[in-house]
């Protein structure tokens, strides 16, 4: 299981020039691609793409592919027209306002500093596009490494709130059997306090708390919160993007905990619940950063 969150980098050179390559994520619900890429290197994009969309499956990427030439490499010298003309007419209007011979020598020329411009030519693809895809797989074994060490450690801190959760879940379990006697108990009480003949054999007192009984039976919602659990332990161990799975996993407990607290009208059980619901929302947190 691995975060959304991640961080990858590497760099080489190939061809007089040097690559570097920066690839970061955040969250995000979706698969996201903010790619910039050198110019020259437009015709690796498709590659590239397919490279990231393999190792991220949700999140919000960026990624930066950079190059610069060495030192000495991938320059060539061009002669500054403009600046040699201008150098002339300024060497022959000098040498006639002080009756020198006007004769100018290329030589002269150049040693005028910044008639020669050094440019670049831009890196060749079919050239560096080999070097540039093992960087990326470098990069991105970088950046899943770090994803991989994230996840893990939510998976251990998802797994605590399991266990919390689960302890809650004892809790009603085990308070469960004792709802419909005590609202029988209770039901007597406040017939005797109001005064009323209380005849245990009366069909409607049986009825009513018989009525009770089917309604506030959880057994159902306990054996499928011990199913989603276990299904969420299996999600944790997987090396599959998992965080959608394990979403929907959390709406279906909270609604099981919700059903739970509704239909037991209870305050021991009530109590459990918001307990178990509190961590749940915490695992839900976490679950946002999975991929």
Known sequence: MKSMTGFGRSTGSADDWQIEIEISSVNRKQFDLQ????PALQPLEAAIRAKVAEAASRGRVQMRISTTTTPGGGLGSRLDQAVAETALAELRAFAVSHGLSDTVEVGDLLRIPGI???????PDPETIGNTVLVLLDEALADFSAMQQAEGD?????MRERLALLDGATSQIRERAPHIAPTYREALLTRLEEAGLPVDLTDDRIVREIGLFADRSDITEELARLVSHRDQFLNYLESGEPVGRSLDFLCQEINRELNTIGSKANDAIIAKE????????????E???NIQ
């Open 35 to 38: 790619l910039s890429l050198a």
């Open 116 to 122: 020669w411009s050094q440019e670049s030519s831009p």
């Open 153 to 157: 450690h939510l998976a251990s801190d």
């Open 273 to 284: 619940v918001v307990i178990a619901k509190t961590e749940l929302e915490k695992i839900r």
């Open 286 to 288: 976490q679950v946002q």
